[in-house]
């Protein structure tokens, strides 16, 4: 059997004298696309950022192709976080540079590449997701949805082994939350590991492989949406869902 691309083992992150995760394991096959839900503190978003190391783990260890991120020095961690795209809830888009230099400002800066061969990838890239027209544009002048699509073009620039999501839609307004869920989608169809933390239901019980439900720090379960979302399951999972689905209904 192949080795799994991804490996989490046993992440435990107390913060402000809380437990936030608790001996949290999970693995990702190349290629796969496996889902975070939960409600809100549940630890989902700490334990993505764990995985990337921008908090480091108090305990445990996250291998990536086999090479343990704990054994690592500083130097070579900077090395193993380039090598898994991040993609936040707000963006994260520099302001005074337009969407083709927001993606290739890391090309220049961290792989080295020349400007032209910089602005070459990252039109590459935002034509990937559909913004091929909208490279000279400022993130003022974006929306919403555009912005995101641009923080996703940047990842996918530095070529990642592996993709975290958290929450990618939660900041769009409705309308605008299919055109980056179609990216993703896309990016899936293509081959791209990912881990994902969403409240989009529809989406994770038709693309996601597995989804895993997290609550008070830990993996309450795991399973595939045709288990865990079943009609007439009584899942932790599927209360949760239709919970969501009704409130979203209220509000909509």
Do not use: W
């Amino acid at each position: 059997m192949n080795q799994p691309i991804l490996e989490v083992k046993n992440i435990s992150k107390t913060l402000g004298g809380k437990l936030i995760l608790d001996d949290v394991s999970l693995s990702l096959n190349r290629g796969e696309l496996k889902v975070l839900i939960g409600p809100s503190g549940g630890g989902k978003s700490t334990l993505l950022q764990c995985i990337h190391y921008l908090i480091n783990p108090d305990k445990g260890d996250v291998l990536l192709e086999g090479r343990s991120a704990a054994e690592m020095g500083r130097r070579n961690i900077c090395a193993f976080r380039q090598e898994i795209g991040m993609i936040f809830q707000d963006f994260n888009l520099f302001d005074h540079l337009n969407a083709e230099n927001n993606v290739a400002v890391a090309l220049r800066k961290v792989k080295g590449l020349t400007k032209e061969a910089a602005l070459k990838r990252a039109r590459q890239e935002l034509e990937r997701v559909g913004l091929a027209d909208k490279a000279t544009l400022y993130p003022a002048q974006l929306s919403g949805g555009q912005k995101q699509r641009v923080s996703i073009a940047r990842a996918l620039a530095m070529d990642p082994k592996v993709m975290l999501l958290d929450e990618p839609t939660s900041a769009l307004d409705p309308e605008l939350i299919g055109e980056v869920l179609n990216v993703i989608v896309d990016l899936s169809k293509s081959g791209m590991t990912m881990l994902m933390a969403t409240h989009q239901i529809g989406f994770a019980r038709h693309l996601t492989s597995e989804i895993i439900f997290m609550e008070r720090g830990g993996i309450a379960e795991a399973g595939p949406p045709s288990v865990l979302l079943a009609e007439g399951s009584c899942s932790r999972t599927a209360d949760f869902c239709s919970k969501l689905t009704e409130l979203l209904g209220k509000n909509g």
